[in-house]
DNA sequence: TTAGGGTTTG
């Protein structure tokens, strides 16, 4: 099973001598939950954390992540390089790796696997359906076609198990105080404020919503453009980066697209009385929990070269915009989006739907929408070619919700009974009709409430009671479960005292409590066609109420060309790398 | 050799 052959004998990436070439026999790869320690081993996995590299005390880069696969094995990984490229291109959580001549050892009663002796590692985007394609620096690399359904199964299976739905991504528009958090962003000033620490101005296209704090520094000390206008807007935020974060952000220069992991989001100090709280954002030192900042590539720059203030709707976070990105607060659930502006009808001659006049976005055939830079707002016409789901109905939703969660609670189910076990007990509460319960199963959970009424899962933080994070079900309610929005809840930091809470009706409960209860929605995608060329869209917004004329879109006995066009507004956007639409500001014709 | 994620903090 094992790959142990010595240097430069395997079919490796780049380090295999001429004469040895892979029509060698199949290189073999290790399950993660078969490695043997002392062993040096050949395995794929799905990246669950990752710490970018950075110096090691010794002579190296070093970079630590952690994999899993099918087996469901969690593996830490150390890798020793000498330069940055040596190192894996990780560009995110459930990127794919694989990685060749690592050395199983035994640490702290785990198996880890470090590199040893011509190692490689060669990185996959974990992205189900995009291009199989090697994310390495400069090394050639094979990729045979067991890679490829190794890489796919790999792919499924994280996405099946809904491994990465709690991504740590999130917009200056989403950032709420105390939250800890990734920002992808554009530098737009800088300035070196002393030896431990430099201030950056940044922005991502999208409003806090929060006043963000500004920092007074010599004008000779600052290196950028004036950025007032986005100022006024709320559209800049400052973070200080500091000490070991230095290395890198020194060397930055305005213009740059960033990258930060594990960002704090403070409030800051020193308030006149009555003055709102404004938010501020640091890069503490040290790398735990992956905390790292790093430039990202040109290509980004040329991605997004449409960021500049005239350009960025309003209301629209026009820059890495997440599939769910929600742009109305008040309306939209954590993972329901919903583009917030106001439609106002156009009338047209002979269409079912009807797009806005709100804005002016050009029209554009669907050849040009797949051949458009995002962000991109435009009208179309087009005709439904197909759609999903056909079925539409309330259980239809909830199954998926079902399978949604099962995976989130299994996810979070390590810490759950680590907790569980350490404080030896269940239940924390016991009101007649409210009750609070840690540490055991949604099994348990679901019969409690079937039993009880009203069941409100929680976890113990710094010993004291906390909800769960907000993919579980805030609330049980006999047969069915309630979900809080994380978006528009209060952070746990600012939550009422549990006793206090009355058992009164659902409402009042989650009133008290500080969550925002969740709506279920529908979701329908469109395969759109208009002649030159076809687009999947996405469709939240009035949703509900255009499944309803779907026979009249899409006779289900009429051929494509004699189904009615519709106008369209449409939203390209990408996400992660990979460009979506969404028909926004569109609605039924009365 | 180095680091070995973990409820963090200017």
Redesign the pocket.
């Known amino acids: 099973m094992l790959s142990t052959k010595g240097p430069g004998t395997s079919g490796l990436d780049g380090k295999v001598p001429p004469s040895a070439k892979r029509t060698d026999k199949q290189v073999q790869y290790v399950p993660l939950n078969e490695l043997k320690v002392g062993t040096v081993v050949n395995v794929y996995g799905v990246v669950?954390?990752f710490?970018l590299p950075f110096s090691?005390?010794?002579?190296?880069l070093?970079s630590?992540l952690?994999i899993t696969d099918e087996s469901g094995a969690?593996v830490?990984c150390?890798i020793?390089g000498k330069t940055i490229e040596d190192h894996p291109s990780l560009k995110e959580k459930g990127d794919i790796v694989r990685l060749h001549r690592f050395k199983a050892?035994s640490?702290?009663d785990?198996v880890?696997l470090?590199s040893s002796f011509g190692w490689s590692v060669v990185t996959f985007s974990g992205v189900n359906n995009s291009p199989i394609v090697p994310l390495t620096s400069s090394k050639k690399v094979s990729i045979g076609e067991f890679d490829e359904r190794k890489i796919c199964a790999l792919r499924q299976w994280a996405a099946d198990e809904s491994l990465f739905c709690q991504s740590s991504k999130t917009t200056l528009s989403s950032v709420r105080p105390?939250m800890?958090f990734d920002l992808t962003c554009q530098l737009l000033a800088k300035a070196v404020v002393d030896s431990?620490?430099v201030l950056l101005k940044v922005w991502d296209g999208t409003r806090c919503e929060y006043p963000l704090q500004s920092y007074t520094v010599a004008s000779d000390a600052v290196e950028g453009e004036d950025t007032e206008a986005k100022d006024r807007r709320n559209l800049t935020a400052y973070i200080?980066v500091?000490?070991n974060h230095l290395e890198v952000a020194r060397d930055l220069k305005p213009g740059m697209f960033l990258q930060f992991y594990?960002l704090?989001a403070?409030l800051a100090k020193d308030l006149l009385p009555n003055e709102p709280q404004h938010l501020t954002f640091?890069l503490?030192?040290g790398?735990?929990?992956?905390?790292s900042l790093r430039r990202l590539p040109d290509e980004a720059l040329e991605q997004h070269k449409d960021l500049n203030d005239d350009e960025v709707p309003e209301d629209v976070g026009a820059f890495c915009t997440r599939p769910e990105a929600d742009l109305n607060k008040d309306e939209v659930p954590k993972d329901v989006g919903v583009f917030c502006r106001q439609p106002e009808a156009v009338e047209t001659d002979s269409c079912t739907v009807r797009a806005c006049k709100q804005h002016h976005a050009q029209h554009f055939t669907l050849e040009q929408v797949r051949s458009s830079t995002p962000p991109q707002l435009c009208h179309i016409r087009a005709r439904v070619k197909d759609y999903q789901p056909q079925q539409l109905s309330q259980k239809g939703q909830a199954r998926v919700k079902q399978r949604f969660l099962n995976s989130m609670w299994e996810a979070d189910g390590s810490?759950f009974d680590q907790i569980h076990r350490k404080r030896q007990f269940v239940f924390m509460n016991s009101h007649e009709e409210l009750k609070f319960i840690q540490g055991t199963s949604l099994g348990v959970v679901c019969a409690s409430a079937r039993c009880w009424g009203r069941v409100i899962p929680v976890?113990a933080?710094?010993e004291k009671m906390a909800l769960m994070d907000f993919f579980a079900p805030f609330i049980f309610y006999r047969g069915k479960r309630f979900y809080g929005c994380q978006k528009c809840s209060l952070p746990e930091e600012e939550r009422r005292d549990f006793f206090a809470v009355e058992p009164l009706d659902l409402l009042k409960i989650a009133e008290a409590l500080r969550v925002q209860l969740m709506e279920y929605r529908f979701l329908l995608q469109f395969e759109l066609d208009d002649g030159t060329g076809t687009v999947d869209a996405l469709l939240w917004e009035n949703a509900d109420k255009i499944r309803k004329t779907m026979d009249t879109v899409h006779p289900p006995d009429k051929p494509l060309e004699e189904r009615p066009w519709m106008d369209l507004c449409l939203f390209a956007y990408t996400v992660e790398g990979n460009v979506c639409y969404q028909i926004v500001n569109t609605k039924v014709k009365e």
């Open positions: 669950t954390f710490k090691s005390k010794g002579t190296d070093v630590t952690k969690k830490t150390i020793f050892e640490f702290n785990s880890t470090k105390l800890f431990t620490c200080l500091y000490d594990n704090r403070v640091h503490h030192s790398t735990s929990f992956g905390r810490r976890r933080v710094n």
